[in-house]
């Protein structure tokens, strides 16, 4: 199991659409069909995010997670994002034809949302998700990346401390959690965990134009 989680990882982190950024070589289609598919999972992701919230203000024995939650969603807003970088590369947002591996990843999240899943699954679904792309895209700012210039925004966005030491933040609630949890819940922790990775992996497939 840990070998299987250690591969995934590296493939949802390492990816070759990452890869491309990385060493400059980024087909510009490939980016921009990132953007505007990325742009209607954020619309997912922050309900997901909101359940947490919810999830956190009933179930969670510490104030400050409300607060770590609450900062992500409010200071980080993907939306407002994601429009201004859309308009900025040309990209239509309005009818854009959701790829399949990202509706099966927002019907994921949708899941994810609901009242009887555990905080701990939510909170370590979240950190898995957020951490895929601080990984993802720091490794696209570290020395001797060829990151082209106006992709360095993008990278930023995800790639810089600040987004690190929230992800860090979000993984001390999760492990706080698991640790207090029963064998039950933290197979199932187990397994989302897993099964982020796979809808990470196949949404960078989808980008790449390998799906
Ligand atoms: C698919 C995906 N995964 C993660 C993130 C970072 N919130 C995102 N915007 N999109």
Redesign the pocket.
């Known amino acids: 199991m840990w070998a299987k989680k250690h591969l995934l990882y590296t493939e949802a982190t390492r990816h070759p659409f990452i890869l491309s950024i990385r060493d400059g070589s980024v087909d510009l289609s490939s980016f921009k069909r990132w953007l505007g598919q990325?742009y209607v999972?954020?619309r997912e992701?922050v309900p997901f995010v909101a359940s947490v919230l919810i999830k956190a203000s009933k179930k969670s024995d510490d104030g400050n997670d409300m607060e770590v939650i609450l900062g992500g969603l409010a200071s980080?807003n993907?939306i407002a994002w994601f429009k201004s970088e859309a308009s900025k590369w040309d990209v239509p947002l309005s009818n854009t034809v959701v790829h399949k591996a990202n509706q099966n990843?927002r019907r994921f999240l949708e899941n994810l949302m609901l009242p009887e899943v555990d905080y701990a699954v939510a909170i370590t679904a979240f950190w898995a998700?957020?951490a895929?792309?601080q990984e993802s895209f720091a490794h696209c700012l570290e020395d001797g990346s060829k990151t082209p210039s106006e992709l360095q925004d993008t990278c930023q966005r995800?790639g810089n401390e600040g987004f690190g030491e929230y992800c860090r933040s979000l993984q001390k609630i999760a492990n706080r959690c698991l640790e207090k949890a029963s064998s039950d819940v933290l197979t199932k922790a187990e397994v989302t965990f897993l099964r982020v990775l796979e809808?990470?992996v196949e949404?960078w497939n989808m980008s790449h134009g390998c799906a």
């Open positions: 990325d999972f954020v992701f980080l993907e990843y998700i957020e895929v792309y995800w809808h990470e949404f």
